[in-house]
């Protein structure tokens, strides 16, 4: 007999698994890897939800001060009555003014300002200037893998207990000194939160969220195989469940053929001519512009589980990927030339964390003579591939396939250095396979 999967039950699972061992558990840290749109937000504001009801103050880790206004903002909403502290920098803007409208959130530069509250959140690094008498029961780490192991240090006595969320398939901690002196050491200050943690506490319970609600079904799959070989998930959706219609029909142009490609399958690959090019590519960066203008112009439709008509496809519904802020520029100001200047464009660091019902990627590895550790990184791939709902459109020069096979591995092996895998290289592989199977070519 055949046993059907239950999306919502394997991830209803897994959350009470994860509740139930950070609210009862024993162990001092509880770690939780969850895929592209599995819901990690909504576990966090769940859990601390859960924390507080139980009369369990609880100190909430953000990385960034979206984040951290994003939360307060869910955590405002599920529950308005109940009392939560923004803890915030002393700059101006500091938050996000919405805020200021919540009757039972707090603001304050201060922690003090904030004692006894059930919830205060913050970032990482303001968490690090505070100074407590006693440490909080509990803390929600967000983000665990972003966070470099010597932020976590330095917050680490604040709290006795910590749920840590994560994406272990997004982009590593960033750091602006060299890492080398401390490669394959237990205590690398650079190396992500989790990755130390779990070096000195093996035995801690680990989770994973199994479902990812923003993968369509015919992307979970490549995803999950390509970037997270070891914590396979599944898709919340099935094939039919979502569909891309344009109103006007095709003009027979490059861009609308891949459009619809990706409207139909998913993927698509929209291929220029194999050339060296600067790293703005006049030709690509145009071509990434024409398909953007003709989302819009065909008057697409987006029909989901989220609403029982068709969803437009309006220009904040699309976005655009590229590994480099000069080539993010180059693209918007093709886009603003095309009247379309209210669509996001930005880096893979920037478009973290954030969905669209399309995506439109410029490779990483499009026209270049090499293939930089950088450029090769999984979990920049792995960003800029996992952004959609509905379908994800990559524009790329031939000749890539090519450059990763004539790219051999010059970085040095370090001893004690844990290997990511998959690596960049066999990432890059898997996707383009993909890709190929969908492959539109571009003509001049």
């Known amino acids: 007999m055949t046993t059907v999967f239950d999306p919502g039950a394997a991830a209803a699972g897994a959350t009470a698994a994860i509740l139930r061992d950070t ?22 504001v769940r859990a601390a939800l859960e924390l507080a009801e139980a009369g369990r103050p609880l100190m909430v880790v953000a990385q960034t001060n979206a984040q951290v206004d994003d939360l307060v903002l869910r955590l ?29 959130v707090r603001t304050s530069a201060k922690a003090g300002d904030l004692a006894g509250l059930p919830v205060v959140v913050s970032t990482a690094a303001k968490w690090a200037h505070v100074k407590a008498d006693e440490p909080w029961r509990h803390a929600i780490v967000d983000e665990a893998y972003q966070m470099r192991s010597d932020a976590l240090l330095a917050v680490a006595g604040l709290f006795e207990r910590a749920l840590f969320v994560g994406d272990p398939g997004q982009l590593d901690p960033f750091a602006i000194v060299g890492s080398e002196q401390w490669a394959g050491l237990s205590y690398d200050p650079s190396a992500s939160a989790v990755s130390t943690l779990l070096a000195h506490n093996p035995d801690l319970p680990q989770h994973r969220l199994p479902v990812s609600w923003r993968l369509p079904a015919s992307a979970a799959p490549l995803v999950s195989d390509a970037f997270y070989p070891y914590t396979p998930f599944r898709s919340g959706t099935g094939h039919g469940d979502r569909r891309l219609t344009f109103a006007a029909a095709s003009d027979g142009s490059a ?4 459009i619809d490609e990706a409207a139909e399958a998913g993927w698509g690959l929209l291929e220029l001519p194999a050339r060296r090019t600067p790293r ?22 987006a029909v ?9 496809l309006t220009a904040d519904r699309i976005a655009v990927g590229t590994a480099h802020r000069d080539q993010a520029a180059a693209v918007r100001t093709a886009l ?42 999984t979990g920049r791939l792995c960003v800029l591939a996992s952004r959609h709902r509905h379908a994800c459109i990559v524009v790329c020069r031939a000749g890539v396939t090519e450059l990763l096979d004539d790219y051999p591995s010059t970085e040095p092996v370090q001893l004690g250095t844990e290997v990511k895998f998959p690596d960049g290289w066999e990432a890059n592989h898997a996707v383009l396979a993909r890709l190929a199977e969908h492959r539109v070519a571009w003509r001049s």
């Open 23 to 44: 609210l009862h558990g024993t162990a001092r840290g509880v770690v939780v890897d969850s895929p592209p749109g599995a819901g990690k937000s909504t576990l966090v």
């Open 76 to 104: 405002a909403e599920k529950e308005p009555g109940l009392p939560v502290g923004r803890l915030h920098s002393s700059d101006a803007d500091a938050y996000d003014r919405a805020l200021d409208d919540l009757p039972a």
């Open 255 to 258: 861009p609308d053929r891949v």
């Open 280 to 301: 703005t590519d006049p030709e690509a960066v145009g071509a990434v512009a024409a398909v953007v203008r003709r989302l819009l112009d065909r008057g697409g439709a």
């Open 304 to 312: 989901s589980e989220r609403s029982p008509g068709p969803t437009p």
């Open 336 to 377: 603003a030339e095309l009247g379309a200047a209210e669509v996001t464009v930005d880096t893979a660091n920037r478009l973290q964390g954030r969905e669209y019902d399309v995506t439109v990627v410029l490779h990483p590895l499009s026209g270049r003579p090499d293939a930089t550790a950088f450029h090769l990184e």
